[in-house]
């Protein structure tokens, strides 16, 4: 059976958890064609990624006479299906917040994709994010295309689930992943109870080659955190700026590195400054996997106050380094951090809780930090084993087909 992958840009140094994903389907046997829709090489930073990148299909490298040609064939060959996907289209738009136009657009990838789908002889579609590319996909779908299913992440799809059709999606696919049980559970509120079997948690994954070479340094006897992610305002690193500035009132020492990069660049930088923190936090801008795998392991801890979220595969990676991790109480990271055996959780805008748990992290003793670590280890090496969620996928896939 060959699969297709869609995904809006593809790969990311951010989206090295769907790389890991369709590699450990391979290992399994499936043939996997890779597509995004947007083009991302000048995005890349990350060897494997580049590699990756060598074997995507990108939809909109395509000149837009091909995608129109693409419309009309698609119109000409099965009129009723077209109608049927373009009243969808629209009905989707409507009541979207990105508009009819831009759900024409999705209308003519969605026809082009068909086409390249029919050409490779794909059987199965699975898109990530519940957005624009399970967009693409039902409306593939509708034209005529493989049935699909697609995996929910969150928290964009939670917070406007009407506007992003998610019952209409959930209603044609096959079959929908949610990353955790938190997630599967705002996915049911979006459907008729009839349509909950369909909903599976599968998890995001850390590949076995994170962790190694074993075992892991201990916990370093140095005053150094780090916090992993996209520098936007629901990541929370505004809020960890300020309880930083109390610790440095209080008179403690300790380094913060913020790895990553976001439209809140520049504001972060400036209050870094403001603040007087130069000398306590350092901004570096994305890293390649094998950089961010370096750094975790410098640090005592991993730091991730974000009031939004889904499950964030950078808290895995930290306990399959034997870190602890300080992040809140939302979305699926309690199924993830357990308060004072992994790591710290504390309410999501909280300053003062998050200060109190850095303080926590900074005057711990290391064999605290240490066996916190290695229970996050153990929980890692239990619930999000690469090959056992890809074969939960190949299960699904392979369902009643």
Not at 227 to 241: A, D, M, N, T
Not at 312 to 325: D, G, K, T, Y
Request: net charge neutral; glycine share 6%.
């Amino acid at each position: 059976m060959k699969i297709a992958y869609l995904v809006n840009q593809y790969p990311l140094v951010s989206h090295s958890f769907i790389r890991r994903e369709i590699q450990a389907l391979e290992n399994l046997g499936l043939l996997i064609h890779r597509i995004s829709i947007r083009s991302t090489i000048h995005k890349i930073i990350d060897m494997a990624d580049k590699k990756e990148y060598s074997k995507t299909t990108v939809l909109l490298s395509m000149p837009f006479i091909r995608l129109t040609t693409f419309l009309v064939l698609a119109i000409v060959s099965h009129p009723y299906s077209f109608i049927k996907a373009a009243i969808l289209a629209f009905q989707m738009g409507w009541k979207s917040k990105s508009g009819l136009l831009k759900h024409v657009i999705y209308l003519f990838e969605a026809c082009a994709l068909k086409i390249i789908l029919r050409k490779s002889e794909i059987d199965h579609l699975h898109a990530h994010f519940g957005t624009n590319t399970a967009t693409v996909a039902i409306l593939c779908y509708i034209l005529g295309g493989p049935p699909y299913s697609f995996t929910v992440h969150g928290p964009e799809e939670f917070d406007n689930p009407q506007g992003l059709s998610l019952n209409e999606k959930i209603r044609y696919a096959k079959f929908i992943i949610a990353v955790s049980n938190y997630g599967r559970s705002q996915l049911m509120r979006q459907c008729h109870f009839s349509l909950w079997s369909k909903i599976h948690v599968i998890h995001c994954t850390v590949d076995e080659s994170f962790a190694e070479p074993l075992p892991v340094p201990a916990v370093p006897d140095n005053h150094r955190m780090i916090c992993v992610g996209r520098l936007c305002e629901q990541k929370g690193h505004l809020l960890l700026l300020e309880a930083l500035n109390e610790l440095k009132k209080q008179g403690m020492d300790f380094e913060m590195i913020f790895a990553g990069d976001g439209d809140l660049r520049d504001l972060i930088e400036q209050k870094i400054a403001h603040l007087q923190l130069t000398d306590h936090v350092k901004v570096t801008g994305w890293m390649t996997e094998n950089e961010v795998k370096r750094e975790i392991i410098k640090s005592r801890a991993l730091v991730l106050p974000s009031f939004a979220e889904g499950l964030p595969v950078v808290i895995m990676e930290a306990f399959a380094l034997a870190r602890p991790v300080i992040s809140t109480y939302i979305a699926g990271i309690p199924e993830l951090v357990e308060n004072n055996v992994n790591g710290y959780l504390i309410p999501a805008g909280s300053i003062q809780d998050l200060t109190d748990a850095l303080r926590c992290v900074l005057t711990a003793d290391l064999a605290k930090l240490q066996k916190m670590g290695d229970h996050g280890f153990v929980k890692i090496k239990e619930n999000h084993n690469n090959l056992k969620e890809a074969e939960k996928i190949k299960n699904l896939i392979f369902m009643d087909s």
